[in-house]
């Protein structure tokens, strides 16, 4: 059984700690999952504000840019003029392709240069022009024709006719533009039919001059939003541009020092829960093992205690029943029979008195008298127990007690003094054993001074002397009579009636005991 109770309080101890350690480590992560939440919570207010402003400006730099290049594409030129109004600055240039080949207005040398050099680009335009969704096919990328993979795309690609003799012309009205991007290009485009085929004409976007300028109109808590194009898996709301507003890892949170602030009192606590939760675990722990040792020494006190008594009295009673033993004998038997039975019940009464005491119970009698009536009454058992025992007592009354009047516990009290007695009958070692009782009145208090001239109390012994089961070198290792209960059921008994009982000096001429008790009204 003890040794299932000793691995349910370890289980126990340690779900305990687990428990604590578990909300330390809560209480320490938890300003920072907060403030994550409200970074969180601010980037999407700051984004529904700044999505509103940012969507007016790209839809009106964008229509800006398509109004210049208006519904007649002019195609069968061999140069043609910058549209009105030039380009922005985001814009890299303008561009047309028809069948003569990819064509840039007068000042747009270097954009028709650099597509020129790049063919996937000229080719996705062309494919784009007769159907929108038609792939980008990178040859650069050793991405080669198969007719698994590609047949949809020759399927949808209608190719010009270079032997026409019709002079070029368009045949209809262009298309709605679109946007595409192949590998951060960003490009903006239309069709348009043509008595040669499709062609398409539109401009080319530099995504990072865009996304300055469109920077400005979010919102400033957003210390580090990203405007880019979308990746695999996004959705963009900068319509009809491929491209994402997001609000960056940087958020400015005003509040964020009350916050800290509000937090670091939580978190404080939690830990200081943590800790107290165990501190208070080792200390229950502490407090069982020195249950479990007190338990244990009070069983073996109490079984020596016990065993001696019992071995003289199943000794004696065997010689006095044999008839061999003179008158004398038998008297004396008798009397050490006697004495040890008043031993033992005093033993019992010492036990049962501190049961009651631990378990709350009192007796809740009370005697009242003149201290000078009652008291005297008591001295003379007290004194009747020293001197059956070789202790010479005195005791003296204050006279002013003749005047008061107590209102107590008289057995409490006779206990008490009685444990006293025999401590100082236990440990007499002077040559003429000595103890003296002295009363005074001191305020609404009536002291009574135990003193003894024995040998005193160890310094060790001091701290732990009204500690219950509590025994001195000397009574363990001389095998002194006790369970070490005596002095521990006194303090008990005293206060229980109101009063209190100190170790009031003690040196190598002896010891004093002060009791104090409430004077009646």
């Known amino acids: ?270 830990w200081l829960i943590s800790i107290l939760s165990i501190i208070i675990l080792f200390g229950l722990l502490a407090f069982y093992a020195r249950l479990e040792r007190r338990r244990s020494d009070f069983v073996s006190a109490v079984t020596h205690e016990l065993r001696t008594p019992l071995t003289s009295f199943n000794l004696y009673t065997e010689m006095l029943m044999s008839g061999k033993l003179t008158e004398a004998q038998v008297a004396e038997y008798h009397e050490t029979l006697y004495n040890e039975s008043r031993r033992l019940g005093h033993l019992v009464e010492n036990v049962l008195s501190f049961a009651k005491l631990t378990r709350g119970k009192v007796r809740g009698r009370q005697d009242v008298g003149a201290c000078s009536k009652l008291l005297p009454t008591l001295f003379a058992k007290i004194k009747e127990r020293l001197q059956k025992n070789g202790v010479n007592f005195h005791y003296t009354l204050d006279p002013r007690t003749t005047l008061i009047t107590l209102r107590t516990d008289l057995l409490s009290v006779e206990q008490i003094l009685t444990n006293l007695a025999d401590n100082s009958i236990k440990y007499a070692e002077a040559e003429h054993p000595e103890v003296n009782i002295n009363v005074l009145q001191t305020h609404r208090v009536l002291s009574i001074r135990f003193s003894d001239n024995g040998p005193g109390i160890p310094v060790e012994l001091q701290k732990s002397l009204f500690r219950p089961f509590s025994r001195s070198a000397r009574s363990e290792n001389g095998r002194k009579p006790g369970v070490g209960l005596g002095l521990a059921l006194s303090r008990d008994l005293a206060r229980s009636i109101g009063g209190e009982l100190t170790l009031e000096k003690t040196d190598n001429k002896g010891s004093t005991f002060l009791l104090t008790l409430p004077l009646g009204e």
């Open 1 to 270: 059984m003890k040794k299932k109770l000793t691995a349910i309080l370890i289980l126990f101890s340690l779900l305990v700690v687990g428990a604590a350690l578990w909300q330390a480590h809560e209480a320490a992560t938890l300003e920072e999952r907060l403030l994550q939440i409200d970074r969180q919570s601010q980037a999407n207010r700051l984004l529904e504000l700044s999505l509103p402003r940012v969507q007016a400006e790209v839809t009106r730099l964008m229509n800006a840019e398509r109004n210049k290049l208006g519904n007649k594409p002019p195609i069968g030129l061999m140069y043609y003029n910058m549209p009105e109004g030039g380009k922005a600055d985001f814009n890299k240039g303008f561009f047309m392709l028809t069948s003569q080949g990819i064509q840039c207005p007068q000042g747009d040398e270097a954009l028709l240069e650099w597509l020129n050099k790049t063919p996937i680009i000229v080719d996705a335009i062309r494919r784009k022009a007769f159907n929108p969704n038609a792939p980008i096919i990178d040859t650069d990328k050793n991405i080669k024709y198969d007719p698994e993979v590609h047949k949809a795309v020759i399927s949808v690609y209608q190719g010009y006719d270079p032997n026409s003799d019709e002079p070029l012309k368009l045949t209809g009205p262009p298309a709605p533009f679109f946007t595409w991007f192949y590998e951060g290009l960003l490009v903006c485009q239309r069709s348009f039919p043509t008595t040669h085929g499709y062609g398409a004409d539109g401009f080319v976007i530099d995504t990072a001059k865009i996304a300055e300028r469109l920077q400005p109109l979010v919102e400033p808590g957003l210390e580090a939003p990203e405007i880019r194009l979308i990746q695999r898996g996004e959705i963009s709301n900068l319509s009809p541009l491929p491209m994402i507003l997001k609000p960056g890892n940087k958020i400015n949170l005003p509040d964020s020092a009350q916050r800290e602030s509000a937090l670091q009192g939580t978190v404080a606590s939690a």
